[in-house]
Structure formats: C-alpha cells, structure tokens
C-alpha cells in the first residue's frame, strides 16, 4: 500500500513563495517517479514538475520553468516543490503524484496509480 501525504499550500500574493511536501509511504519510493499535478476550477489537470527519485532527473512544465525547483530527500522519502514568483494563473489544487512512469513524466502523473489528497494555492494579484 502506497500513501502520499501532503503539506504546504495556502494564499500568497503575486510574486511572492510557498512550498509544497510530499511524503511518501510504503515501499514503491525508491524505484518510481513523483511529482505535482494541478487542477483550476474548470480547467483540466496539468503536470507541473516530475522528478525520478531514484536517479533525480527532473522535469517541469513550460510555464513554470525558471521558477518552480522539484526536489527529493530520499532519507525522508519526501519530494518539494519549491514555487518562486507565483502568479494569479498558478492558483489551483495542487496534487502529488506517484507511480512508474512511462515515457514523459508529466503525462504519466497525470494517469498516475498514487495520489496525495490535495492542497490548494491561492495567488491573489
């Protein structure tokens, strides 16, 4: 049984930070991708940033390049998402993702077998 439990998230104004916490529990993490899935009222589910936790290779949407950094602590078996200059268009609830991901990533997490329960982000402009 694999159980993925988040932390982190709340408003923010424009510009401004927040960090999001993925742990993860039960014996799929050393060999699988993690990541963040986000969803807007209305709005399709998007892949945010992926990353392998074995090797650490990374990976991440266009539009959050350049501010968003993924990252892992293999010894808390804990994947962040670290978010820089947020903006209005980046509210949404973001959802950790896990499973063994096939092709990109962020289109595998999208399907993924393991979920977080969700935490929501609020930039007020």
């Known amino acids: 049984q694999v159980q993925l439990v988040e932390s982190g998230g709340g408003s923010v104004q424009a510009g401004g930070s927040l960090r999001l916490s993925c742990a993860a529990f039960g014996y799929i993490y050393s060999t699988i991708c993690m990541g963040w899935i986000r969803q807007a009222p209305g709005k399709e589910r998007e892949g945010v940033a992926a990353?392998?936790?074995?090797?650490?290779?990374?990976y991440y949407a266009d539009f959050v390049k350049g501010r968003f950094t993924i990252s892992r602590d293999n010894a808390k078996n804990t994947v962040y998402l670290q978010m820089n200059s947020l903006k209005p268009e980046d509210t949404a609830m973001y959802y950790c993702?896990?499973?063994?991901?096939?092709?990109?990533?962020?289109?595998?997490?999208?399907?993924?077998?393991?979920w977080g329960q969700g935490t929501q982000v609020t930039v007020s402009s």
């Open positions: 993702a896990a499973d063994f991901c096939v092709g990109d990533p962020l289109s595998s997490l999208r399907r993924a077998s393991y």
């Open positions: 990353i392998y936790t074995g090797g650490g290779s990374t």
